[in-house]
């Protein structure tokens, strides 16, 4: 059965250092999410990406963050400069575009970044 | 706004019948998924209701009412497998629109 997969599984990095989160969604899936859960938190959603630009974003997703699709299955996040609060599970997610019903998101197993 | 209620822990036995509920309160709606979700892991999908009654999918069943913002999971059968968070998630706009998660619900199953 197809996956979205993630790499790494774990990034442990310094706080002000950039870090590049990877997904390949899955290969017919068209639309594309990040969404992070902070321990003990609840999942909150960060990007969505269609047809080479960003669909949406939250008001977590400011300037040190940015998503890039960089060939035909990768898709990333980038956050520009860490911070300690960044330090989280982060979930990529893809799904086939919608005809008007709805389209489940499949998830990824996550990368567990934590900024020292 | 957007909010999304269920219970913070529940403790059910192996072999019996438990409900988790949910409440929302969000600008739009187009559907309301569950996701089970053991430790350290990523979320999988359960169920989705986008119409008010209930969609049964083996031993679990979620049921929608819209009018009332309030959904169910039933769990029949519990198996200590079955020990996870559950979250409740809402789809406020188009049908690819990001969803809004709950804090979830800590289930755990007891001999």
């Known amino acids: 059965e197809p996956e979205v997969t993630q790499t790494p599984s774990h990034q442990v990095t310094q706080m002000g250092q950039e870090v590049i989160l990877r997904c390949v969604p899955i290969s017919n899936h068209l639309y594309f999410y990040w969404y992070r859960q902070i321990l003990g938190q609840k999942v909150e959603f960060l990007v969505s990406f269609y047809n080479n630009e960003i669909s949406e974003k939250s008001e977590i997703f400011d300037d040190q963050f940015s998503v890039e699709r960089p060939d035909g299955s990768n898709f990333t996040l980038k956050i520009r400069s860490t911070k300690l609060e960044d330090s989280a599970m982060y979930f990529c997610a893809s799904s086939h575009p919608s005809g008007g019903a709805w389209e489940t998101q499949y998830f990824g197993p996550g990368t567990r970044l934590l900024v020292l | 706004g957007q909010n999304i209620d269920q219970p913070t822990e529940m403790t059910a036995t192996e072999g019996a019948i438990v409900q988790i509920n949910c409440t929302y309160q969000?600008?739009?709606?187009?559907?309301l998924f569950w996701y089970q979700q053991h430790a350290g892991e990523a979320p999988t999908f359960l169920s989705y209701?986008?119409?008010?009654g209930l969609e049964e999918k083996g031993r679990f069943s979620s049921f929608l009412s819209r009018s009332k913002g309030y959904s169910y999971l039933l769990l029949k059968e519990l198996q200590m497998k079955d020990s996870a968070s559950y979250l409740c998630?809402?789809?406020?706009?188009?049908?690819?629109?990001?969803?809004?998660f709950g804090k979830g619900t800590r289930l755990s199953v007891i001999a």
């Open positions: 209701n986008v119409l008010d």
């Open positions: 998630a809402v789809g406020s706009n188009s049908g690819n629109t990001p969803l809004v």
């Open positions: 969000t600008s739009g709606f187009n559907g």
